[in-house]
């Protein structure tokens, strides 16, 4: 199957279409309001504008624009302890593109390069591996952020350095669990949700079994989606169906790459790395019970957190209060004041008009003269 011939087919798109819409009208009929759908995850908030979905489908469905953007919940004090250790001069900073910009209170990894700092951009973690054997006189530190995605890749990295015995290489791991990020917004019930698009990269590494919680106790109907228009719609058409016959259970519609159980290999890497259930601040969400990992004692020489200064302050969260309200589905990004105001990619306010996956970005990207 090639993605313009099967994913991105116009006949299946309006197939789909001419589905969803009855049965979301008629739910939405019953319960007086629009059915409130959070798609977890950025990607699909830049699928469904950049696709288009959101002009497609009825008004009786509503997104929620959920919380899985990693970099947009990033805590003010990681940017600053990135920052604090790339200013030095023996250390080299390295990163993936798009924390380079998240503001902190100390500025973002970005003015630090301009000003000299030793910052680098890497498209893989295996590559800090070959920045530190060619640099040995530098003290190199990648900065590892990410939802359980990215978290085997980081791992698998750890061991590598270990293995090879490489000295110069820290990790400085900033990692949030999905699982317990979504329970805390329900357990918080500022929002009013009717069900949830699950994320499709997340769950090929956690698969799907592991939110069998979220229908059980919170009584919530989840569908695991895709990221093209025909993956998308499948996934938001069983969603529907279950809130039209009352049903709440967890459903796959991205079978092709997801597995129940996940992915074992990746699980494994994590779970001999890294130490869960660590309560973690996060921007927008505070702290959320059990959401947090730290390295394990075996391999706590390889953890930048020893590099640290004790005495660096921790500040609360920088930036305005409605990023913490669009992080959390509370208003959509243009009903924020800033918004292409004070807010824009070349000078964002906060994180969320910074990172690929932030819901603004994806409004001020796809929605141009839709929104003021």
């Known amino acids: 199957m090639s993605l313009n011939t099967e994913f991105r087919d116009a006949g299946r798109v309006k197939a789909l279409l001419a589905a ?3 049965v979301a009208d008629k739910v939405a009929a019953r319960l007086g ?5 959070m798609e977890v995850c950025g990607g699909h ?8 979905l959101h002009q497609l489908l009825p008004e009786s469905i509503e997104f929620i624009h959920g919380p899985g953007c990693p970099v947009c919940v990033l805590p003010v004090e990681a940017v600053d302890q990135a920052v604090s ?19 902190g209170s100390r500025g973002s990894l970005l003015q630090a390069k301009a000003e000299g ?4 951009v890497l498209y893989s973690p295996f590559d800090a591996l070959a920045l530190a054997q060619n640099n040995p006189h530098k003290q190199v530190v990648f900065f590892a ?13 750890l061991l590598a350095t270990d293995r090879a015995g490489i000295t110069n290489l820290r990790f400085l791991c900033h990692h949030i669990r999905l699982m317990p990020t979504l329970t805390g917004l329900l357990e918080a019930g500022e929002i009013r949700l009717d069900g949830f698009v699950g994320p499709g990269h997340v769950s090929m590494v956690i698969g799907s079994r592991v939110y069998d919680p979220i229908a059980s106790h919170y009584h919530k109907p989840l569908v695991i989606a895709g990221f093209e228009p025909v993956d998308f719609l499948q996934a938001l058409y069983q969603l529907v169906r279950q809130l039209a016959e009352g049903r709440c259970a967890i459903e796959n519609a991205y079978a092709r790459v997801v597995k129940e159980a996940g992915n074992p290999a990746a699980l494994k890497a994590i779970d001999r790395v890294f130490e869960s259930g660590v309560d973690s601040h996060w921007r927008g969400l505070g702290t959320v019970p059990g ?3 730290r390295v394990r004692d075996q391999y706590r020489h390889l953890d930048a957190a020893g590099l640290l200064e004790t005495d ?20 959509k990004p243009h009903q924020c004041p800033l918004f292409r105001r004070q807010c824009t990619p070349e000078h964002p306010a906060g994180a969320l008009m910074v990172s690929s996956e932030g819901a603004c970005a994806a409004y001020y990207q796809y929605r141009v003269g839709e929104v003021t």
């Open 45 to 52: 908030t830049h699928a469904i504008f950049r696709f288009g």
């Open 33 to 37: 309001r629009p059915l409130q759908i």
């Open 117 to 120: 700092a030793g910052v680098k």
């Open 312 to 331: 660096v302050p921790v500040e609360a969260d920088a930036g305005p209060a409605w990023c913490n309200a669009v992080l959390t589905g509370r208003i």
């Open 85 to 103: 250790l790339a200013r030095r001069k023996n250390v080299i900073l390295a990163s993936f593109g798009d924390p380079l910009r998240v503001p």
């Open 20 to 22: 969803i819409t009855p």
């Open 291 to 293: 959401s947090g990992v």
């Open 145 to 157: 952020i990410g939802f359980d995605t990215t978290m085997p890749g980081i791992a698998c990295s």
